[in-house]
């Protein structure tokens, strides 16, 4: 009990620091002094010894967004600055959306601090609280939490830094993340989606690996930063779970704001000509107060835009991407009937046994979350090397009839059967638009599986097949799709069924998807639910 009543002290004294009457609504800095310098003088020394060291901007670039360290700068300054210094002093922004992970509190969104302005050692940032305020007003997952940036480190660390380089600092807009709920990062990268463009600059702050040895932090951080270069969201989390599970000796985590890169790569996805690169790493086992044998590593990677143009390794990432996708999709025609071999001949089928195995994953899964445990290995004889193949897939769970969650993925380099596990959960517990599920609402859900074919983009209405297809419409930043039985299961026409995914599903009204900048797709899936299996 001791224990508790000491650490809600340290939490409640910053904060009456930077709230108190004293100070205004304004942040005051937490760790100067402990971080980096409280003198400004000698905080301006140390950043100027910094930038010295540091590279400088490549010619015709527009940098979009940075991910810079957070640590003491006596660790990771030169790696942060190195990072800063790919942007020109004279850049002008209107806006620097500075987004990290809370260390201290866990929440589901992200915390915007719209209370005052950023107060360090070298002056006084301003916050951009209308725009803040905005966003809290129009996405549910933006809320006020003020005392998670009370005690935060990892975005003042940033201020002086900002403070230093740009001749003339933008407006701030401070996010913390306190989630690793990738339905929700989704959602805020939604949310941030209309500012992430050349006229805005995105930094995210986060260490790489914590505590293993020097030589396994090089090797681990590289594979990370790797991962964030390829731009790909899903294979980057596939790479941090995968260096978390690999067994290296001390390794507390791959990434400590992982879930703020997420957001950033959702961003970027969703956007033409931007591509990644590597300017600096070093972890702490570099400083000479550092030692080797448990260190933290720094990675600064920068995301710019070439001015309509891409880099060769970005053309080159993109390429290989485009070909794995369409090897992946290759001749699949999904339907209820016949069947499809591995080489993409004939059409796609799963047989009765094949069913009822992915709906018991699926089962299996939900009811691990529910109990808090994990769920029971699948055994490796139940899997064909149909349930093996990469497809995306959607699940869908209903109660009494009515939609109690639905999520999915439209293509995937994972497993069918691995797939059809998380997307079960993702639906289950994540589903923005629904309440967790609850256990006393397990026995009576029904759930049913969408296995998705390759999306092919259609001229003419009339190409649209009621029953058959599933559309998907993306008009800029928006999109959203119904699947195939939505429309036959409410006996829509196919204009009918274009509106309501327009009105309810992309938000451009009724006749959204008639814009001549919509792009509509179509795509065939393979449906079954628990009924169908015996």
């Known amino acids: 009990m001791k224990a508790v009543i000491l650490i809600i002290v340290t939490l409640t004294i910053p904060l009456m620091n930077i709230f108190g009457q004293g100070s205004g609504r304004d942040r005051q800095p937490v760790v100067a002094g402990s971080f980096y310098s409280s003198d400004s003088d000698r905080l301006r020394g140390e950043l100027a010894g910094f930038f010295v060291a540091a590279g400088s901007p490549e010619p015709g670039e527009r940098v979009r967004a940075l991910i ?7 660790y990771s300054g030169q790696t942060a600055a190195s990072g800063y210094a790919s942007v020109p002093s004279d850049a002008v922004y209107e806006n ?21 302005n950023l107060v360090t050692p070298l002056g006084t940032l301003q916050v951009n609280r209308e725009l803040g305020d905005r966003l809290k007003a129009a996405n549910r997952w933006f809320i006020e939490k003020d005392e998670a940036h009370g005690p935060e480190h990892s975005l003042e660390v940033q201020l002086p830094f900002i403070q230093y380089h740009f001749r003339s600092a933008p407006r701030i807009v401070p996010i913390l993340i306190g989630t690793r709920n990738t339905s929700v990062l989704k959602a805020v990268a939604t949310g941030l989606q209309p500012w992430f463009n050349s006229r805005n600059l995105f930094i995210i702050s986060s260490d790489f690996s914590h505590y293993p040895s020097y030589n396994d932090a090089c090797r681990v951080d590289r594979l990370a930063s790797d991962a964030i270069i390829h ?3 899903e294979d980057f989390l596939k790479t941090i779970r995968s260096i978390e599970a690999s067994g290296t000796e001390n390794l507390a985590t791959a990434m400590c704001g992982w879930p703020a890169a997420m957001v950033l790569l959702y961003l970027a996805a969703n956007s033409d000509g931007v591509s990644f690169r590597n300017v600096g790493y070093t ?38 991407a485009e070909q794995k996708k369409a090897e992946m999709n290759k001749g699949y025609a999904l339907s209820k009937d016949g069947s499809q071999n591995s080489s993409g001949t004939g059409e796609f089928s799963l047989t009765a046994v ?5 709906l018991g994953i699926a089962r299996e899964a939900i009811s691990a979350r529910l109990k808090g445990c994990k769920p029971s290995t699948v055994d490796d004889s139940v899997l064909t090397s149909r349930l093996k193949e990469p497809l995306g897939a959607f699940v869908t769970i209903t109660k009494a009839g009515d939609l109690r969650g639905c999520i999915g993925r439209f293509t995937s380099p994972d497993p069918l059967w691995e797939v059809i596990g998380d997307m079960a959960v993702e639906a289950a517990f994540s589903d923005p638009r629904f309440t967790p599920l609850t256990v006393s609402e397990y026995t009576a859900i029904h759930l049913e599986i969408s296995v998705l074919g390759p999306m092919k ?5 009339s190409e649209i097949k009621i029953g058959k297809h599933g559309i998907y419409l993306k008009k800029g930043i928006r999109s959203g799709t119904l699947l195939p039985q939505v429309a036959s299961e409410r006996g829509w026409s196919a204009t009918q069924f274009l509106g309501y995914c327009a009105r309810d599903k992309v938000g451009i009204g009724w006749d959204g998807w008639k814009d001549r900048d919509t792009e509509i797709f179509v795509y065939e899936a393979y449906v079954f639910g628990e009924e169908d299996t015996p």
């Open 354 to 358: 094949e069913q009822k195995t992915l």
């Open 96 to 116: 620097i959306f500075l987004i990290g992970v809370s260390h201290r509190y866990a929440f589901e969104g992200a915390a915007v601090f719209t209370s005052g």
């Open 283 to 320: 972890n702490s086992g570099d400083s000479p107060r550092g030692d080797r044998d448990e260190v933290v590593g720094y990675n600064a990677i920068v995301a710019v835009d070439r001015a309509g143009s891409e880099s060769k390794s970005h053309r080159e990432t993109k390429s290989s």
């Open 68 to 74: 810079v360290p957070h640590a003491g700068f006596v």
């Open 231 to 233: 731009g790909d969201p």
């Open 457 to 461: 983009k259609i001229i003419d209405v």
